[in-house]
């Protein structure tokens, strides 16, 4: 079954994560550049990405099933962190 996108606007593709679209050239849909950074980058990317866009990063790790166990805790961790210093 195939999930549906929420997140259709292009955006510039970092040059920090130009490696993981490497079928894009300059541009690239939001959700498959924060789903690619989730799937294959390193935690520093990750964190990186998530700092970039927090909302659509946390909704984009607990939709998709193949994003690892620790890239959603380390997410969920950020988000009420983020949470918190609001409050």
């Avoid at 292009?10 to 550049?33: G, M, N, T």
């Avoid at 390193?42 to 909704?59: C, G, Q, W």
């Avoid at 994003?67 to 969920?76: E, M």
Wanted: no cysteine; glycine share 2%; hydrophobic share 45%.
């Amino acid at each position: 079954m195939r999930i549906k996108w929420d997140y259709f606007s292009k955006v510039q593709i970092p040059e920090k994560f130009a490696r993981y679209l490497w079928d894009y050239k300059e541009e690239a849909s939001l959700e498959i550049l924060i789903l690619r950074v989730l799937k294959y980058g390193s935690f520093e990317e990750v964190n990186a990405i998530f700092e970039l866009y927090p909302e659509e990063t946390y909704k984009i790790a607990m939709k998709y099933p193949e994003i690892k166990r620790g890239v959603k805790f380390w997410i969920k961790r950020w988000k009420i962190e983020t949470l918190l210093k609001f409050l």
